[in-house]
């Protein structure tokens, strides 16, 4: 079977509990991490961190749904959800935020995002760009 070369949204990337990943993450479709990413994280689409989740690094996206912990700069462009068994420490920059009794967040949050219809998925390449 042929398979085109266009982004496929409806794709769902799992990190599984166990799993540790260093490096950086681009996707074009959504990501579920259960395991631990240390690192940047980009992607087009949804990041969901489970109970087990960890992140430390960067995160960009256009929505984010967070049960785990989080140490991270984190830009979501629509909206982010934090769950009550979320723990987030770092920089929040989104359009809208959903935070649930129970979730813990220190840090920074700017919620004036320029444009919530365009994702910044990769600051390197708007670096490169000017």
Known sequence: MAKSNDADHASINLIGAGTTIKGEVKSNGDIRI????????????????GNTG???GE??????DFS??????????????????????GEIVTNKLAIEPGAR?????????DDPAAPRTDPKQDQQKK
Do not use: P
């Open 105 to 113: 967040f220190t840090g920074n949050c700017t919620m004036d995002k």
């Open 54 to 56: 960890v992140i430390e």
């Open 59 to 64: 995160i960009y996206c256009q929505n984010a």
């Open 68 to 89: 785990g912990n989080i140490k991270a700069k984190v830009e979501v462009s629509e909206l982010l959800s934090m769950k009550a068994t979320s723990r987030l420490r």
């Open 34 to 49: 259960d395991g631990t990413l240390i690192g940047q994280v980009y992607t087009k689409g949804k990041i969901i961190v």
